[in-house]
């Protein structure tokens, strides 16, 4: 399973973006597919989470700001980011699993990663 972020770049506070996460492998749709970032010198936190038939997780710092969809038809995960703030300035990376166990806000659950894409916010 490979997956590729992309979709970064650099914006100013207020403005969006939409990131995606391609995802190799053929059984996609029962994949949990997260998005999560990793600011300079800090550890990598959870963004949001996606899992078909179930409910949609997001951090507290992004919710009603960003949203996370999938499309099963073109193995694509997608981060909406709206209102974007200097401190959501990170490497924005997706992983995903096709496991049903692990919590869905630990690095440690997901099992593939991408490259990660960079995110700067200008204020």
Known sequence: VQLQASGGGLVQAGDSLRLSCVVSGRTFSSYRVAWFRQAPGKERQFVARIRSGFPTYYADSVKGRFTISRDNDKNTVY????????????????????????????????????????VTVSS
């Open 79 to 118: 981060l909406r980011m709206n209102s974007l703030k200097p401190e959501d300035t990170a490497v924005y990376y997706c992983a995903a699993t096709s496991s049903y166990t692990g919590t869905y806000y630990m690095t440690t659950t997901y099992n593939y990663w991408g490259q990660g894409t960079q």
